[in-house]
C-alpha cells in the first residue's frame, strides 16, 4: 500500500507541470488549456503595419476560440478558421484604421469538456502627438518675480523626453535657478534681465516613434527696476529680498502612492530673492541609501521602491530671508500576484473531494472572481460546490464536475487570472509509449527505457524481461517513479525484450522495448602531431571502428582548440568558401597560415557515443621582421656596426639575416642587398662607400624563406673619399683600321664617393720603350686614332675624383683596329662526294695578309643549271661560314644532276676578303622522289587498271619504273603472296595488272627509276571484285553542257544486279553517289551539272568510294550557249534541216569506221588525253585520293544523287522528257564491246573494259 500510495503521488507530480498545471496526453480526452497570450498592453505604433493578438490553446478534442471586447461578442477580421491549428485563435489587425480597434479583449477556447479564458488584453493606438496652433502673449514680470513657462506637452508612446531650446535650437542654460521640472514647465526662481528672449521653445520627443513635435514660442519681457531717467552708469540696484515660497507642488502635503519597483519622484521647486536652496529629510528614518538628488536638489528620487521606503517625506526651501516646507506622504502599493504559484490542474477518481485555493497577495487585497467555463461562479450550499472567497470546494467530485474553473484577483492596480482543469474521471491504463519500441546502448553506458502510462488512479508498473513475470533485478537496475527502467552499465546480454506492465484498479496495459547492445566508437589510427610550412596543406589522418549498425549516424567532426571547424567536401571543393576538406577520415587544411596553429581534436561520433584524440599542429612560417634598428661608428664614419633585435622565428630557427642599404642620392626608393649575417648573431659591421646618404633594414630568413623587412634606420651621412677601386673588363676593339677604340665598365654611382669622377687613360706600344700617354675623360670610353693596323698595345685606366686618385692600376693589353683580309686562298680543289656532298679544299692565306683575327673561311656555290634542262638558267646562289684555321670542308645540299660553280674568301671581323678563282663541278644522277600519284580502279575479278603520275623531282633520267604487290589476308593483314616487276618506259602512266585472285584485297608500292636507282615507294590498296558483281562491256558516255548519260551493256547473268553511279566535281573534290541502279537499265543520267567543268564518274559495286570501281572517266561539260541564240535556233526550220544532214553523215561515217573495226584497225583515243592532261591528278593528291568529304553516307530527299560533304543536292535541272532520245536510242557495239556509234555533233569518252595489254589503253 505504500509503494502503491507512492507511485499515485509521483504520477500526480509527473502529471503537473508549472505553466499550465496538470499535463495530460492530448490522446486522453481533455478540457482546453491555454499554452501561448499575448501578454500585458499592446500599443501600436504608427509604423507597424500588423497587429497580432495571439491566443493558443491545447484540447482534446481541438479547442474552439471566441473573442470579446470590452465586454461584448467581437468577430475578428483576419483570423485562422482551421481548428486544428493550434495559432487558430489568433487574430491580425492591419494599420488600417486601427483606432477603431481600440479595447480591452479577451479570448475563450471551448470544447466539450470546458472553457479555458485568457487574462484581458488591452491595445491601444496612441495618435499622433503634437502641439496645439495657438498665439501666446509675452509673459511681463518685474525683475526678481517668479515665471513658469508651461510647456503642457501632447501624450504620446512612452518614453517622452522633453528639452527647452530657443529656435536657433541653443539649449535654455538651466542652475539653481532656472530649471525643468517633471512636468515639463520651465521655473525661475526669479527673474533677471538676461532672461528677456523672444524665443523660448518647448520640444517633446518621442523615441519609440522617431517623432519630435515643437510648441509655439513664448516671449519673457523682464521689466527693470532702474527709473528710465537713469542712466546706466550708475549704481545697480538690485530685485528686493523676498522670502521663500513653493512654485511646485503646491499647499502644504502631497499625497504620493506607487507600486513596489517603480522610481520615486519628489519634486519641490522654490521661488524667491536671492534663489533658496533644497534640502531633503524623512521623517522618523534616514533617507535610503538609494536616494539620488537630481535638478540641482530640487528632484529627489528612489530606484524601485520597497515597502519601507514608504513615510512622510519633507523638502525645506530656505535663503537669507527665510524658509519654506512641504510634506509628502509616500504610500507603496502592489497589484496581485501569486504568493507560491498559480492554483494547480488536478486529476482525481470519481468520489473524492477537490479544493480549489486561490492563494493571491496584493495591495490593497485583491478582490477574488471565480468562474466556471468562463461563466460567473455561484456558492451552492444545498449542492456540492462551496465558494469561500479565496476557495472553491467541490464534495464528492462527480464526472459531470469537470471542467476549467478560472480563479481572477485584481485591485485598483491590475489583475492575474488561472485556468485550473479539473478532471474527474476513472481510467485503466493508457501506455502512451510506442510498443516495441527500439532502444540502443553503448557497451558499458547507461539506458533508461520509457514506459509513459496514464491512467486514473495512477497505475502500479512492473518490468520483466524475456516475457517473463518476473520483476527485474540487480543492482544496476533501477525503475523510476515515472515508469522509466534505468539499466547502468550495460552488458551484451542485457540485449532482448523487456515487458512494461501497468494496471490500476480499471485494468492493466502492457508493452515491450527492445534493447541492443552496441560495441563502442573507438580511434584506431589518431592524428599525430605535427609541423607544416606555412602556405601549403596540412593532413591529419583520423580513423575509427564503430558499431556497423550504427553506420548511417557515424561521423568524424573535427574541433580546433574547442571550435568546431566548418567543413566542405571535396564534390565542393570547387567553391572556395572553406579551407578545410575532409575525406575518408582525413582533415586537409588549405594554404595553412599561423591561425590555423593549434590543438585539433578528432571525434568519431555515432548517435550513441564518441570517441576523440588530439593532436598539436605546429605552422612553421617566415620570420617577422627585426625591430629597433641601432648604428654605431668602428673605426671611421664609412665603418659601422649595426645591430637589431629578432623578430619571432615561428618555429623555425633562423639561418640568416640580410642587411639591406637605400640611399636617396642615385637610386632612390631601391633597397640592395649588402651583408649576410649568421642567423645566431644580431649585428653586422658594414664597410660604407663615402658621400652617400644611407638608410638600412634587416630581414631574417629561415627554412620557410625570407620574413618581411624591418622598419628603415633613419638617415646616416658618410664623408666624402677617394674611390676605392679602379674600372674593370677593359675591352680593345679596332672599328676602323688606323684607330683602337678602349671601353671599360665604370664606377657605379655609388662607387663614386666624392663629387668629380674621371679616369685616367693610359697606353703605349707592346714591346716599345717609350713613355705613357695619359688622357682625363668623364665618360667610360675612349678612341686612340692614326694608329697602325693591328698593332698590340699596352693600357691602364685609374679611377679619380676631387678628393683623390685610386689605387695603381693593372695593365691590360689589346690590339689596334682590323682590315678586310688582302688575299684570296688558292689552288682550291673540289671532290663530288655523292649527289649531294661535296668535300672542297684550298691553300689557306699567310696570317699577314688576314689583316686581323681570323674568323674563317666562307665557301659560295651557285647551281647553274639541271642536266635535265641545260637551256633553263637557274644560278641559285649558296654559301656557309667555316670558322677557324682550316684548309678543307664538306659541303652538303646539293642538288644531284646539276652544273655548279664555287668560290672560297677569308673572312675576319671587319668581313670577307677577295675571292678565289671559280672552279666547275657537274653532280651525278640519284634516284628519283616519289612518284606523284597512284591509282587502282576499273579492278575486274582478276585485274585492276592502276594510274600514276611521273615524280616531280626525277634527279634524273627516268629509265621506268618498279611495281611490287601483295595479296594481303584482309582479316590477320599479313602478306600472303608477293609479285614484283619492271615496267619499261619513262612516258607509261597506266597499267592493267593481270592474273590476280577475285574479291581479294591487293596492297601496290610503285617506284620511279634513274639509272642511279630507285626511288621511294608509293602505296595504294584495292580490291579484286566477284563474280556476283556485276561485269559490264562497252561502258560509254555522252555530255551535253549540264547533263551526262552513261550506257553500258551488261552480261546475261548480270541482267539484274545493282551498281552505283558516283561523280566529284575535280574543283572541290566533293563525291555524289546516285542510289542503287539495276544494271538491266542500260544508261544513267546525271543532271545538274555545270557547263564548263571537269568531273570524275565512276561505275561502283558498293555504295562505297574504295578503288575498286567498275569504271572510271574524266569528262568535261560543253560550254553552254546564249539563251536568245538557243531559242532562235530551235525555232528555224532551216537548222532542222540542217541537223538531220548532219545525223545522216554521222551515220555512214559511223558504218565506215564500223567495216574498219571488223578488219582490226583500233581508233586512238589520244583526243581524250590531249584534252585532259594529267586528268588523274586533277582535283585530287595521293593522301584524299576516292576518299569521302564527309563520313555520314545519307542518301538526300528527293534526288537520286546524294551529297557526300552536306551540300545541297544537284537540282534535276534537265527534263526527263527531252532525253528520251538518248535513253532508248542508244548506241552500236561491235563484238568485242568496243563503242561504234553516238550521236553526231558529241564529243566521245572512251574507255575500254578489257584491255588488250599491260601499257597505257589506246583504241
Same mark, same amino acid.
Given at each position: 500500500?505504500?509503494?502503491?500510495?507512492?507511485?499515485?503521488?509521483?504520477?500526480?507530480?509527473?502529471?503537473?507541470?508549472?505553466?499550465?498545471?496538470?499535463?495530460?496526453?492530448?490522446?486522453?480526452?481533455?478540457?482546453?488549456?491555454?499554452?501561448?497570450?499575448?501578454?500585458?498592453?499592446?500599443? +501600436?505604433?504608427?509604423?507597424?503595419?500588423?497587429?497580432?493578438?495571439?491566443?493558443?490553446?491545447?484540447?482534446?478534442?481541438?479547442?474552439?476560440?471566441?473573442?470579446?471586447?470590452?465586454?461584448?461578442?467581437?468577430?475578428? @477580421?483576419?483570423?485562422?478558421?482551421?481548428?486544428?491549428?493550434?495559432?487558430?485563435?489568433?487574430?491580425?489587425?492591419?494599420? $488600417?484604421?486601427?483606432?477603431?480597434?481600440?479595447?480591452?479583449?479577451?479570448?475563450?477556447?471551448?470544447?466539450?469538456?470546458?472553457?479555458?479564458?485568457?487574462?484581458?488584453?488591452?491595445?491601444?493606438?496612441?495618435?499622433?502627438?503634437?502641439?496645439?496652433?495657438?498665439?501666446?502673449?509675452?509673459?511681463?514680470?518685474?525683475?526678481?518675480?517668479?515665471?513658469? %513657462?508651461?510647456?503642457?506637452?501632447?501624450?504620446?508612446?512612452?518614453?517622452?523626453?522633453?528639452?527647452?531650446?530657443?529656435?536657433?535650437?541653443?539649449?535654455?542654460?538651466?542652475? /539653481? #535657478?532656472?530649471?525643468?521640472?517633471?512636468?515639463?514647465?520651465?521655473?525661475?526662481?526669479?527673474?533677471?534681465?538676461?532672461?528677456?528672449?523672444?524665443?523660448?521653445?518647448?520640444?517633446?520627443?518621442?523615441?519609440?516613434?522617431?517623432?519630435?513635435?515643437?510648441?509655439?514660442?513664448?516671449?519673457?519681457?523682464?521689466?527693470?527696476?532702474?527709473?528710465?531717467?537713469?542712466?546706466?552708469?550708475?549704481?545697480?540696484?538690485?530685485?528686493?529680498?523676498?522670502?521663500?515660497?513653493?512654485?511646485?507642488?503646491?499647499?502644504?502635503?502631497?499625497?504620493?502612492? %506607487?507600486?513596489?519597483?517603480?522610481?520615486?519622484?519628489?519634486?519641490?521647486?522654490?521661488?524667491?530673492?536671492?534663489?533658496?536652496?533644497? $534640502?531633503?529629510?524623512?521623517? *522618523?528614518?534616514?533617507?535610503?541609501? #538609494?536616494?539620488?538628488?537630481?535638478?540641482?536638489?530640487?528632484?529627489?528620487?528612489?530606484?524601485?521602491?520597497?515597502?519601507?521606503?514608504?513615510? $512622510?517625506?519633507?523638502?525645506?526651501?530656505?535663503?537669507?530671508?527665510?524658509?519654506?516646507?512641504?510634506?509628502?506622504?509616500?504610500?507603496?502599493?502592489?497589484?496581485?500576484?501569486?504568493?507560491?504559484?498559480?492554483?494547480?490542474?488536478?486529476?482525481?477518481?470519481?468520489?473524492?473531494?477537490?479544493?480549489? $485555493?486561490?492563494?493571491?497577495?496584493?495591495?490593497?487585497?485583491?478582490?477574488?472572481?471565480?468562474?466556471?467555463?468562463? /461563466?460567473?461562479?455561484?456558492?451552492?450550499?444545498?449542492?456540492?460546490?462551496?465558494?469561500?472567497?479565496?476557495?472553491?470546494?467541490?464534495?464528492?467530485?462527480?464526472?459531470?464536475?469537470?471542467?476549467?474553473?478560472?480563479?481572477?484577483?485584481?485591485?485598483?492596480?491590475?489583475?492575474?487570472?488561472?485556468?485550473?482543469?479539473?478532471?474527474?474521471?476513472?481510467? &485503466? @491504463?493508457?501506455?502512451?509509449?510506442?510498443?516495441?519500441?527500439?532502444?540502443?546502448?553503448?557497451?558499458?553506458?547507461?539506458?533508461?527505457?520509457?514506459?509513459?502510462?496514464?491512467?486514473?488512479?495512477?497505475?502500479?508498473?512492473?518490468?520483466?524481461?524475456?516475457?517473463?513475470?518476473? &520483476?527485474?533485478?540487480?543492482?544496476?537496475?533501477?525503475?523510476?517513479?515515472?515508469?522509466?527502467?534505468?539499466?547502468?552499465? +550495460?552488458?551484451?546480454?542485457?540485449?532482448?525484450?523487456?515487458?512494461?506492465?501497468?494496471?490500476?484498479?480499471?485494468?492493466?496495459?502492457?508493452?515491450?522495448?527492445?534493447?541492443?547492445?552496441?560495441?563502442?566508437?573507438?580511434?584506431?589510427?589518431?592524428?599525430?602531431?605535427?609541423?607544416?610550412?606555412?602556405?601549403?596543406?596540412?593532413?591529419?589522418?583520423?580513423?575509427?571502428?564503430?558499431?556497423?549498425?550504427?553506420?548511417?549516424?557515424?561521423?568524424?567532426?573535427?574541433?580546433?582548440?574547442?571550435?568546431?571547424?566548418?567543413?566542405?567536401?571535396?564534390?565542393?571543393?570547387?567553391?572556395?568558401?572553406?579551407?578545410?576538406?575532409?575525406?575518408?577520415?582525413?582533415?586537409?587544411?588549405?594554404?595553412?597560415?599561423?591561425?590555423?596553429?593549434?590543438?585539433?581534436?578528432?571525434?568519431?561520433?555515432?548517435?550513441?557515443?564518441?570517441?576523440?584524440?588530439?593532436?598539436? %599542429?605546429?605552422?612553421?612560417?617566415? @620570420?617577422?621582421?627585426?625591430?629597433?634598428?641601432?648604428?654605431?661608428?668602428?673605426?671611421?664614419?664609412?665603418?659601422?656596426?649595426?645591430?637589431?633585435?629578432?623578430?619571432?622565428?615561428?618555429?623555425?630557427?633562423?639561418?640568416?639575416?640580410?642587411?639591406?642599404?637605400?640611399?636617396?642620392?642615385?637610386?632612390? *626608393?631601391?633597397?640592395?642587398?649588402?651583408?649576410?649575417?649568421?642567423?645566431?648573431?644580431?649585428?653586422?659591421?658594414?664597410?660604407?662607400?663615402?658621400?652617400?646618404?644611407?638608410?638600412?633594414?634587416?630581414?631574417?630568413?629561415?627554412?620557410?624563406?625570407?620574413?618581411?623587412?624591418? /622598419?628603415?634606420?633613419?638617415?646616416?651621412?658618410?664623408?666624402?673619399?677617394?674611390?676605392?677601386?679602379?674600372?674593370?673588363?677593359?675591352?680593345?676593339?679596332?672599328?676602323?683600321?688606323?684607330?683602337?677604340?678602349?671601353?671599360?665598365?665604370?664606377?657605379?654611382?655609388?662607387?663614386?664617393?666624392?663629387?668629380?669622377?674621371?679616369?685616367?687613360?693610359?697606353?703605349?706600344? %707592346?714591346?716599345?720603350?717609350?713613355?705613357?700617354?695619359?688622357?682625363?675623360?668623364?665618360?667610360?670610353?675612349?678612341?686612340?686614332?692614326?694608329?697602325?693596323?693591328?698593332?698590340?698595345?699596352?693600357?691602364?685606366?685609374?679611377?679619380?675624383?676631387?678628393?683623390?686618385?685610386?689605387?695603381? &692600376?693593372?695593365?691590360?693589353?689589346?690590339?689596334?683596329?682590323?682590315?678586310?683580309?688582302?688575299?684570296?686562298?688558292?689552288?682550291?680543289?673540289?671532290?663530288?662526294?655523292?649527289?649531294?656532298?661535296?668535300?672542297?679544299?684550298?691553300?689557306?692565306?699567310?696570317?699577314?695578309?688576314?689583316?686581323?683575327?681570323?674568323?674563317?673561311?666562307?665557301?659560295?656555290?651557285?647551281?647553274?643549271?639541271?642536266?635535265?634542262? @641545260?637551256?633553263?638558267?637557274?644560278?641559285?646562289?649558296?654559301?656557309?661560314?667555316?670558322?677557324? !684555321?682550316?684548309?678543307?670542308?664538306?659541303?652538303?645540299?646539293?642538288?644531284?644532276?646539276?652544273?655548279?660553280?664555287?668560290?672560297?674568301?677569308?673572312?675576319?671581323?671587319?668581313?670577307?676578303?677577295?675571292?678565289?678563282?671559280?672552279?666547275?663541278?657537274?653532280?651525278?644522277?640519284?634516284?628519283?622522289?616519289?612518284?606523284?600519284?597512284?591509282?587502282?580502279?576499273?579492278?575486274?575479278?582478276?585485274?585492276?587498271?592502276?594510274?600514276?603520275?611521273?615524280?616531280?623531282?626525277?634527279?634524273?633520267?627516268?629509265?621506268?619504273?618498279?611495281?611490287?604487290?601483295?595479296?594481303?589476308?584482309?582479316?590477320?593483314?599479313?602478306?600472303?603472296?608477293?609479285?614484283?616487276?619492271?615496267?619499261?618506259?619513262?612516258?607509261?602512266?597506266?597499267?592493267?595488272?593481270?592474273?590476280?585472285?577475285?574479291?581479294?584485297?591487293?596492297?601496290?608500292?610503285?617506284?620511279?627509276?634513274?639509272?642511279?636507282?630507285?626511288?621511294?615507294?608509293?602505296?595504294?590498296?584495292?580490291?579484286?571484285?566477284?563474280?556476283?558483281?556485276?561485269?559490264?562491256?562497252?561502258?560509254?558516255?555522252?555530255?551535253?553542257?549540264?547533263?551526262?548519260?552513261?550506257?553500258?551493256?551488261?552480261?546475261?547473268?548480270?541482267?539484274?544486279?545493282?551498281?552505283?553511279?558516283?561523280?566529284?566535281?575535280?574543283?572541290?573534290?566533293?563525291?555524289?553517289?546516285?542510289?542503287?541502279?539495276?544494271?538491266?537499265?542500260?544508261?544513267?543520267?546525271?543532271?545538274?551539272?555545270?557547263?564548263?567543268?571537269?568531273?570524275?564518274?565512276?561505275?561502283?559495286?558498293?555504295?562505297?568510294?574504295?578503288?575498286?570501281?567498275?569504271?572510271?572517266?574524266?569528262?568535261?561539260?560543253?560550254?553552254?550557249?546564249?539563251?536568245?541564240?538557243?531559242?532562235?535556233?530551235?525555232?528555224?526550220?532551216?537548222?532542222?534541216?540542217?541537223?538531220?544532214?548532219?545525223?545522216?553523215?554521222?551515220?555512214?561515217?559511223?558504218?565506215?569506221?564500223?567495216?574498219?573495226?571488223?578488219?582490226?584497225?583500233?581508233?586512238?583515243?589520244?583526243?581524250?588525253?590531249?584534252?585532259?592532261?594529267?586528268?588523274?591528278?586533277?582535283?585530287?593528291?595521293?593522301?584524299?585520293?576516292?576518299?569521302?568529304?564527309?563520313?555520314?553516307?545519307?542518301?538526300?530527299?528527293?534526288?537520286?544523287?546524294?551529297?557526300?560533304?552536306?551540300?545541297?543536292?544537284?537540282?534535276?535541272?534537265?527534263?526527263?522528257?527531252?532525253?528520251?532520245?538518248?535513253?532508248?536510242?542508244?548506241?552500236?557495239?561491235?563484238?568485242?564491246?568496243?563503242?561504234?556509234?553516238?550521236?553526231?555533233?558529241? !564529243?566521245? #569518252?572512251?574507255?575500254?573494259?578489257?584491255?588488250?595489254?599491260?601499257?597505257?589503253?589506246?583504241?
Amino acid at each position: 500500500m505504500r509503494l502503491a500510495g507512492s507511485l499515485h503521488l509521483a504520477l500526480l507530480l509527473a502529471l503537473t507541470s508549472r505553466a499550465s498545471g496538470l499535463n495530460i496526453p492530448l490522446e486522453v480526452e481533455q478540457p482546453p488549456t491555454i499554452v501561448t497570450q499575448t501578454s500585458g498592453p499592446i500599443i +501600436a505604433l504608427p509604423f507597424d503595419n500588423v497587429v497580432t493578438i495571439r491566443c493558443e490553446a491545447k484540447g482534446n478534442p481541438p479547442p474552439e476560440y471566441r473573442w470579446t471586447k470590452d465586454g461584448q461578442d467581437f468577430i475578428p @477580421p483576419h483570423i485562422t478558421t482551421n481548428k486544428r491549428d493550434l495559432t487558430g485563435g489568433t487574430f491580425v489587425l492591419h494599420s $488600417k484604421n486601427l483606432i477603431q480597434f481600440q479595447g480591452k479583449y479577451r479570448c475563450y477556447a471551448s470544447n466539450k469538456l470546458g472553457t479555458a479564458i485568457t487574462e484581458e488584453i488591452e491595445l491601444s493606438v496612441p495618435s499622433v502627438p503634437k502641439f496645439p496652433k495657438e498665439e501666446i502673449n509675452p509673459l511681463v514680470v518685474k525683475e526678481g518675480e517668479p515665471v513658469v %513657462l508651461k510647456c503642457n506637452p501632447p501624450a504620446g508612446v512612452p518614453p517622452r523626453q522633453i528639452y527647452w531650446m530657443s529656435i536657433g535650437l541653443q539649449h535654455i542654460e538651466q542652475d /539653481e #535657478r532656472v530649471s525643468m521640472g517633471t512636468d515639463g514647465n520651465l521655473y525661475f526662481s526669479n527673474a533677471l534681465q538676461k532672461d528677456n528672449r523672444p524665443d523660448y521653445c518647448c520640444y517633446a520627443a518621442f523615441s519609440k516613434i522617431r517623432t519630435i513635435v515643437q510648441k509655439t514660442a513664448m516671449a519673457v519681457v523682464v521689466k527693470s527696476l532702474k527709473p528710465d531717467n537713469e542712466s546706466a552708469n550708475s549704481s545697480d540696484a538690485s530685485p528686493p529680498v523676498r522670502i521663500p515660497g513653493l512654485l511646485l507642488p503646491s499647499g502644504v502635503q502631497t499625497e504620493k502612492v %506607487l507600486l513596489k519597483g517603480e522610481e520615486l519622484q519628489l519634486e519641490c521647486i522654490p521661488e524667491g530673492f536671492p534663489t533658496p536652496t533644497v $534640502k531633503w529629510m524623512k521623517l *522618523g528614518d534616514k533617507l535610503p541609501t #538609494r536616494t539620488k538628488f537630481l535638478s540641482f536638489g530640487k528632484l529627489l528620487t528612489i530606484s524601485a521602491v520597497e515597502e519601507r521606503d514608504q513615510g $512622510k517625506y519633507k523638502c525645506i526651501a530656505e535663503n537669507s530671508a527665510g524658509e519654506v516646507d512641504h510634506y509628502f506622504d509616500v504610500i507603496v502599493e502592489e497589484p496581485p500576484k501569486w504568493r507560491t504559484e498559480p492554483p494547480q490542474s488536478q486529476l482525481t477518481v470519481t468520489g473524492s473531494d477537490v479544493h480549489i $485555493k486561490c492563494s493571491v497577495g496584493g495591495k490593497p487585497p485583491p478582490d477574488i472572481t471565480w468562474r466556471r467555463n468562463g /461563466e460567473f461562479l455561484r456558492d451552492d450550499p444545498e449542492g456540492n460546490l462551496r465558494v469561500f472567497d479565496d476557495t472553491v470546494v467541490l464534495h464528492n467530485a462527480r464526472p459531470e464536475d469537470s471542467a476549467v474553473y478560472q480563479c481572477e484577483a485584481s485591485n485598483s492596480h491590475g489583475s492575474v487570472l488561472a485556468n485550473v482543469n479539473i478532471m474527474i474521471m476513472n481510467m &485503466p @491504463p493508457l501506455i502512451l509509449t510506442r510498443d516495441y519500441q527500439e532502444y540502443a546502448v553503448i557497451l558499458g553506458g547507461d539506458i533508461v527505457m520509457n514506459c509513459s502510462v496514464f491512467g486514473s488512479p495512477p497505475p502500479n508498473i512492473l518490468w520483466a524481461k524475456n516475457d517473463t513475470l518476473k &520483476p527485474i533485478e540487480g543492482d544496476r537496475f533501477f525503475p523510476f517513479h515515472n515508469g522509466s527502467l534505468q539499466i547502468i552499465s +550495460a552488458k551484451k546480454d542485457d540485449s532482448g525484450n523487456y515487458m512494461c506492465a501497468a494496471s490500476n484498479m480499471e485494468g492493466k496495459s502492457t508493452v515491450t522495448a527492445v534493447l541492443d547492445v552496441k560495441d563502442p566508437t573507438k580511434i584506431v589510427n589518431p592524428p599525430q602531431d605535427m609541423q607544416i610550412v606555412s602556405g601549403t596543406t596540412a593532413q591529419l589522418m583520423c580513423q575509427a571502428e564503430h558499431d556497423e549498425s550504427l553506420k548511417s549516424t557515424f561521423e568524424v567532426v573535427w574541433r580546433k582548440d574547442g571550435e568546431e571547424i566548418p567543413l566542405s567536401s571535396k564534390e565542393n571543393s570547387s567553391v572556395q568558401k572553406f579551407r578545410y576538406f575532409v575525406d575518408d577520415g582525413m582533415l586537409q587544411i588549405m594554404s595553412v597560415n599561423l591561425s590555423d596553429q593549434g590543438i585539433y581534436t578528432c571525434i568519431a561520433r555515432t548517435s550513441l557515443d564518441e570517441d576523440n584524440a588530439t593532436a598539436l %599542429l605546429t605552422v612553421l612560417d617566415v @620570420p617577422d621582421a627585426p625591430r629597433n634598428l641601432h648604428i654605431s661608428e668602428i673605426k671611421s664614419p664609412r665603418n659601422i656596426s649595426l645591430s637589431w633585435i629578432p623578430g619571432n622565428d615561428h618555429n623555425s630557427s633562423i639561418t640568416e639575416f640580410i642587411v639591406e642599404y637605400g640611399e636617396n642620392k642615385w637610386h632612390s *626608393g631601391r633597397w640592395t642587398e649588402l651583408q649576410k649575417v649568421p642567423g645566431n648573431q644580431a649585428t653586422a659591421e658594414l664597410a660604407l662607400y663615402g658621400h652617400l646618404n644611407y638608410q638600412f633594414r634587416v630581414y631574417a630568413v629561415n627554412a620557410v624563406g625570407p620574413g618581411p623587412p624591418s /622598419e628603415p634606420t633613419e638617415t646616416y651621412k658618410t664623408p666624402p673619399a677617394a674611390p676605392d677601386r679602379n674600372p674593370e673588363n677593359i675591352k680593345i676593339q679596332g672599328h676602323l683600321p688606323h684607330q683602337m677604340d678602349i671601353s671599360w665598365e665604370p664606377l657605379l654611382p655609388i662607387e663614386h664617393n666624392g663629387p668629380g669622377l674621371e679616369y685616367k687613360v693610359s697606353y703605349r706600344k %707592346l714591346g716599345v720603350e717609350e713613355p705613357w700617354k695619359d688622357h682625363l675623360v668623364i665618360r667610360h670610353s675612349f678612341v686612340v686614332r692614326n694608329t697602325t693596323t693591328f698593332v698590340p698595345y699596352e693600357i691602364k685606366i685609374q679611377s679619380r675624383n676631387s678628393h683623390g686618385s685610386g689605387p695603381e &692600376p693593372k695593365v691590360v693589353t689589346g690590339y689596334s683596329g682590323e682590315d678586310v683580309p688582302a688575299a684570296a686562298p688558292q689552288d682550291i680543289a673540289v671532290e663530288v662526294i655523292n649527289t649531294t656532298l661535296l668535300r672542297v679544299s684550298w691553300t689557306p692565306v699567310p696570317p699577314v695578309t688576314v689583316r686581323g683575327h681570323l674568323g674563317g673561311y666562307n665557301v659560295h656555290w651557285i647551281r647553274k643549271w639541271s642536266l635535265l634542262n @641545260p637551256n633553263k638558267i637557274l644560278n641559285v646562289r649558296q654559301s656557309l661560314s667555316f670558322p677557324g !684555321k682550316r684548309n678543307h670542308a664538306i659541303v652538303p645540299g646539293l642538288e644531284p644532276f646539276s652544273k655548279y660553280t664555287l668560290t672560297v674568301s677569308v673572312f675576319n671581323k671587319k668581313g670577307n676578303g677577295p675571292r678565289s678563282d671559280m672552279v666547275t663541278f657537274n653532280t651525278p644522277e640519284g634516284v628519283p622522289g616519289q612518284v606523284h600519284m597512284l591509282s587502282a580502279s576499273n579492278a575486274q575479278e582478276d585485274s585492276i587498271l592502276l594510274g600514276w603520275a611521273p615524280p616531280r623531282e626525277t634527279n634524273g633520267i627516268l629509265t621506268g619504273y618498279l611495281l611490287q604487290y601483295h595479296l594481303i589476308n584482309e582479316t590477320s593483314l599479313e602478306v600472303v603472296d608477293s609479285q614484283e616487276m619492271n615496267i619499261s618506259g619513262a612516258d607509261t602512266t597506266q597499267w592493267r595488272l593481270q592474273g590476280l585472285e577475285g574479291g581479294r584485297l591487293y596492297q601496290f608500292h610503285l617506284c620511279a627509276c634513274t639509272r642511279a636507282g630507285c626511288g621511294p615507294p608509293r602505296t595504294q590498296e584495292a580490291n579484286t571484285i566477284t563474280t556476283e558483281l556485276p561485269a559490264l562491256l562497252n561502258i560509254s558516255s555522252y555530255v551535253s553542257d549540264t547533263f551526262a548519260k552513261i550506257s553500258w551493256t551488261a552480261r546475261e547473268e548480270q541482267q539484274d544486279s545493282q551498281l552505283y553511279v558516283a561523280y566529284m566535281n575535280n574543283r572541290d573534290g566533293n563525291w555524289w553517289i546516285s542510289e542503287a541502279v539495276n544494271t538491266s537499265q542500260s544508261f544513267h543520267i546525271i543532271d545538274g551539272l555545270k557547263p564548263g567543268t571537269v568531273y570524275t564518274v565512276r561505275l561502283m559495286a558498293k555504295r562505297l568510294l574504295d578503288n575498286a570501281s567498275i569504271f572510271e572517266e574524266v569528262i568535261q561539260t560543253r560550254v553552254k550557249a546564249a539563251k536568245g541564240q538557243q531559242t532562235d535556233f530551235s525555232t528555224q526550220g532551216w537548222f532542222i534541216g540542217t541537223m538531220c544532214a548532219v545525223a545522216l553523215l554521222t551515220l555512214v561515217a559511223l558504218m565506215a569506221c564500223f567495216v574498219r573495226r571488223n578488219k582490226g584497225g583500233k581508233y586512238a583515243v589520244k583526243e581524250k588525253e590531249d584534252l585532259h592532261p594529267d586528268v588523274e591528278s586533277q582535283g585530287m593528291n595521293d593522301d584524299t585520293f576516292c576518299e569521302y568529304s564527309d563520313s555520314d553516307e545519307k542518301p538526300l530527299k528527293g534526288s537520286s544523287m546524294c551529297s557526300l560533304n552536306g551540300n545541297d543536292a544537284v537540282g534535276d535541272s534537265v527534263s526527263r522528257d527531252s532525253l528520251v532520245d538518248y535513253a532508248d536510242g542508244g548506241g552500236e557495239f561491235d563484238e568485242d564491246g568496243s563503242f561504234i556509234g553516238e550521236y553526231s555533233g558529241l !564529243k566521245r #569518252r572512251v574507255s575500254v573494259s578489257e584491255p588488250s595489254g599491260p601499257g597505257p589503253v589506246t583504241a
